[in-house]
């Protein structure tokens, strides 16, 4: 009994007829009716019943459907995860992420898909993540990691795959007694980051609206365009960030600048994103695979601090 013969005898099923499997397979009718028989041959019992309209199943025929149906679709599945093995030599995983993205994974990440893939290019580029969902929706990268939520229609959406509470840092231990407020923010010496993006950036979008919604403003004293420019000022005293912990800790500031959270809670929450009309190449596959393990062993990492 051979895989051929359980694929014969599953189209001979689905058609009705010998002559109709036989053309939907492309080949001749004799040729499907020589393996049919060579199968009831090795089984040593009929599995169809010839008419002169319609065949149909013998007793013998309806118990090997199923197990003939499971064997050529595992065949295939087989197949088709050793042609997604081949499809990888040769590729190039093209991926967007957040530009502090190198402070926590990026070089073990990529470490271990060249380990892992010697054959294979890599493509990754750092930005905001406004810019990535951007270059993602124009198809000039496959997929990216981003700050959820975004705003462009044409992607699809993973669900979250980290999150980290936002909150108010300072070098000043005054600033910190208590959590802050949208209030609070209002009336203090702000550093904000991403100028260049400004609200287009999803946490001062978020922090615009609920300070518009309690009919407050936030004016920053200094805007930069990198997190760490605006660490390295609230170290010398310059102005207070808004930052989540696990980057406090990663750019090695958490000995110079404290953390409260702000009330109600923020967080950071990203997602994968890839086009609606664009499957994902493997390569690109199997790299947010390896990206999907490094960001669940972060957020174990960094999951005591949100207690503190």
Known sequence: ?????????????????????????????????????????????????????????????????????????????????????????????????????????????????????????????????????????????????????????????????????????????EHLKEPKTIRDLAVAPLILTEARWSTGDPIRRLLAQLAAKGGEVLDPIIEVEHQITGFELAARGLGDVIATRPILHQLGFNDRLGWVPIHPPIFEVFGFIHRHDTPISPPTRVLINLMRSHLSRIQSLYAHLESI
């Open 1 to 173: 009994m051979t895989l051929q013969q359980l694929h014969y005898f599953l189209a001979a099923i689905e058609h009705g007829t010998f002559s109709k499997a036989a053309e939907s397979l492309h080949i001749s009718q004799p040729s499907l009716s020589e393996q049919i028989l060579r199968l009831e041959e090795h089984l040593g019992t009929h599995v169809f019943i010839r008419t002169n309209r319609r065949l149909m199943l013998t007793e013998a025929g309806r118990r090997l459907q199923p197990f003939a149906q499971g064997m050529v679709t595992s065949a295939r599945q087989g197949y088709e995860a050793v042609q997604a093995v081949r499809e990888l030599s040769g590729g190039v995983a093209s991926f967007g992420t957040f530009g502090t993205a190198h402070h926590y994974f990026l070089t073990d990440l990529i470490e271990q898909f060249r380990t892992q893939h010697p054959d294979m290019r890599i493509k990754i580029v750092g930005y905001n993540s406004s810019e990535i969902a951007e270059l993602v929706s124009q198809g000039e990268i496959e997929a990216g990691l981003v700050m959820l939520p975004i705003k462009q229609q044409n992607l699809a959406v993973s669900e979250p795959v980290w999150s980290a509470q936002v909150g108010y840092i300072s070098a000043n231990p």
